[in-house]
């Protein structure tokens, strides 16, 4: 009995190979895995594998789509009417503070001529869906449905009304993939919205983002505003990252470790807006 | 006791459905427990099955290309799932050798084992790698529900190839 199961229990078909086959399948592995984090070796074939698998994306998307078309079929002109107020009151609010800005860019045109300086670059704005999966296997994998035939370059700010939410990372030509500001791999150069204090800020795979070593003596406090500060020339200055929500000792040294909350992230998104450089 | 090509034939569509409900699941990205990032390792339910139940006699080759086109499937750092595949495969042949495998309940144990080697390899690689966010209660969520997944697949996929 012994023997016959000894018989059927074979580490490979090839009698051949032995256990040092295995040892080295695990360094291919490995070998695979840091070269294709240095060359990305295999990008070309998984974007060519991403489009094959569109129309498993549309399955995936189809129950939510019919939901969503069933909930509009059957809204209640009540309820529509409640809406259209609500937008009409939000114009007029609107309008309201358009006015005001049109006075401070007035204001900001003859300041800058009379001081001399020159014009801030303007920014084309192109606004872009997020297609499912926004998560595949706890990964956060963001695809958005516009690419370098939309002008989307690699490197642009991703943000939406509520601030900034990552960068785009890879370009094809009809779609595009982003980094969440939340991941390990981003740092940006920011600022606060009072004390007007340069620092890198950068995502650690949590909801949150960090400061990891700011100085005691700093003046940042519990609720300010981080923004840009543009001294990256990928980011205009100003664009809202975060709040401050917690200030940490670093054991007994001169720093503390700030997190920020960041005012939106993609997950909660449908739509976003990326700044062509 | 030696397969035949009949067998094997029908053990590579078994082999190739399985793997594609995977990838449908692995993108289906289901919220459980009303928990964001909560998501079972699919791919690691996969191979633990289908090694547990020794489906198509996968030997090493076969198994780390496997690894290699889920791996472009699911948009991975390359070798990724061919690392924990291949590592599952081995510690398959490791427990073969030290354990009397036979019944159900020895089979099943086999599969636990194996999911959790799977299990915590995938979570050190695609966090050393990747962007997951690690939280110890979805971590805790997210090793139940592998494991879950992997014993209902192990029962519908024995219950197929009676």
Redesign the interface.
């Known amino acids: 009995m012994a023997q016959q199961?000894k018989n059927?229990?074979n580490?490979?078909?090839?009698p051949s190979?032995t256990f040092l086959?295995?040892i080295l399948?695990?360094i291919?592995?490995?070998?695979?895995?840091g070269?294709?984090?240095k060359y990305n070796?295999?990008s070309q074939?998984?974007y060519q594998?991403?489009l094959l698998?569109s129309p498993?994306?549309e399955?995936?998307n189809a129950p939510v789509d019919l939901k969503n078309r069933i909930a509009n079929y059957f809204i209640s002109q009540e309820q529509l009417l409640h809406e259209n107020e609500a937008l009409n009151e939000k114009i007029m609010q609107l309008d309201f503070e358009l006015q005001k800005l049109n006075f401070i860019k007035e204001e900001n045109t003859h300041l800058r001529q009379s001081l001399k300086i020159q014009e801030l670059k303007k920014n084309h704005i192109i606004t872009a869906e997020i297609i499912?999966?926004?998560?595949?296997?706890?990964?956060?994998?963001i695809t958005i449905n516009k690419g370098s035939s939309d002008n989307v370059k690699l490197g642009s700010a991703v943000l939406n009304n509520l601030g900034l939410i990552g960068q785009i990372v890879e370009v094809n030509e009809t779609k595009s993939m982003m980094?969440?500001a939340?991941?390990?791999?981003f740092q940006i150069s920011a600022v606060t919205d009072k004390a007007k204090e340069n620092f890198i800020l950068s995502g650690n795979?949590?909801?949150f983002l960090e400061i990891k070593r700011y100085p005691i003596s700093g003046k940042i406090n519990i609720g300010d505003q981080i923004l840009t500060s543009g001294l990256d020339h990928f980011y205009p200055r100003g664009i809202k990252i975060g709040k401050v929500e917690e200030i940490l000792p670093i054991g007994d040294s001169q720093y503390n470790r700030i997190i920020i909350r960041p005012f939106s992230t993609p997950?909660q998104l449908s739509h976003v807006s990326i700044i062509a450089k | 006791m030696k397969k035949s090509i009949a067998e094997l034939r029908r053990e590579l569509l078994y082999l190739i459905l399985f793997l594609l409900i995977t990838l449908f699941l692995t993108h289906l990205n289901l919220e459980f427990f009303g928990i964001h990032d909560t998501s079972p390792e699919y791919f690691v339910s996969f191979i633990a099955v289908i090694l547990t139940i020794n489906l198509y006699r996968l030997d090493l080759i076969k198994v780390f290309l496997l690894g290699l086109i889920a791996d472009i499937l699911v948009f991975n750092l390359l070798g990724s799932y061919a690392l924990i595949f291949v590592v599952v495969f081995g510690c398959n042949y490791l427990l073969h050798r030290i354990m009397s495998i036979g019944s159900n309940q020895q089979q099943l144990i086999l599969l636990l084992c194996l999911i959790q080697v799977g299990f915590h390899l995938s979570y050190v690689t695609f966090f050393y790698h990747g962007d997951i966010n690690y939280n110890f209660l979805t971590y805790l969520i997210n090793n139940f529900l592998t494991t879950a997944v992997g014993i209902i697949s192990f029962h519908i996929l024995r219950y197929i190839k009676r």
């Not at chain 1, 291919?28 to 895995?33: A, E, N, W």
């Not at chain 1, 499912?132 to 994998?141: A, F, G, L, S, T």
């Open positions: 199961r059927q229990l580490l490979f078909n090839n190979f086959s295995l399948f695990v291919l592995s490995l070998s695979l895995m070269l294709d984090k070796l295999s074939i998984k594998v991403e698998k498993l994306y399955a995936i499912h999966p926004k998560q595949v296997n706890n990964k956060v994998i980094m969440p939340t991941s390990n791999k795979n949590s909801p997950e």
